[in-house]
């Protein structure tokens, strides 16, 4: 039993702006022992997002893990945005959204010993507590001590999504609505956090990358529709992380014009 602080720091602030791609893949690892509380009576938790990264957690896929001896609310938490990102210097004003658009994937987990977490499926998925987002996503429910909705739901993505134009830095456009057509549930994203200082001042410059938790579809079943605060980019790319299914985005422009895709 760990008794002690670890001198590493396993979480630290992201000092620029998340990529575009990228995703995390762990294989059989085993955790032992794990409970709610620590020695030393803390909370503790297996799996949680970095709480100082406001912009993007790639989705995490976790194959083949064996969870001994790990109580039902030490498997995972998933924190919130942090309201504290809502100023001028970071997020503007309201709190980067990051942390309610990624989600973990489980496959062939193995509980064992005296302790385990009750209905938890080998395999399954975990979506942040976003109920915009997530109350309606398919054969989803929420765990309260997770802060989070557990899934049997295959059919889950991350739609990333960047301006290319050259005031990617500059110009904002959020709030920015990602809405479906199928299923009662949108979500909102906000630009990326300002990272940079020029002196004693934050520069202004926060990349126009969002990344949006969607509910996939086959045979053209999952629509999204995209709604700016302002004119749309004119080049923009899009990426969907997602082991299954495809969306349909429509995006509504102000202006009349040819776009190549």
Not at 146 to 173: H, M, P
């Amino acid at each position: 039993m760990i008794k002690m602080a670890s001198e590493l720091p396993y979480t630290t602030s992201a000092e620029t702006a998340a990529s575009f791609g990228g995703q995390t893949y762990y294989s059989n690892l085993t955790f032992i022992n794990f409970d709610t509380t620590t020695y030393c009576g803390a909370k503790q938790t297996i799996f949680s997002l970095n709480p100082m990264d406001p912009d993007y957690s790639p989705r995490a896929i976790i194959d083949g893990t064996v969870f001994n001896n790990v109580t039902h609310d030490a498997l995972l938490y998933l924190a919130p945005p942090v309201q504290g990102w809502a100023n001028l210097d970071d997020c503007g004003n309201y709190p980067c959204t990051g942390p309610n658009n990624t989600y973990l994937s489980f496959t062939n987990s193995d509980f064992v010993g005296q302790v385990v977490p009750g209905n938890v499926p080998p395999t399954f998925q975990v979506v942040p507590n976003n109920p915009q987002t997530s109350a309606n996503l398919s054969y989803c429910s929420l765990v309260q001590s997770w802060n989070a909705y557990i899934c049997q739901n295959k059919y889950l993505g991350i739609l990333v999504f960047e301006s290319l134009d050259t005031d990617n830095w500059k110009r904002t456009i959020t709030p920015i609505t990602v809405t479906s057509y199928n299923i009662t549930s949108s979500t909102t994203v906000n630009t990326f956090m300002d990272h940079f200082w020029d002196g004693f001042y934050t520069s202004e410059l926060r990349l126009s990358r969002w990344p949006a938790l969607v509910q996939t579809g086959t045979n053209n079943n999952a629509y999204y529709e995209i709604l700016y605060t302002g004119t749309p980019p004119n080049n923009q790319r899009f990426r969907l992380n997602a082991d299954a299914g495809a969306v349909t985005v429509k995006i509504q422009y102000t202006n009349p014009s040819a776009y190549a895709i």
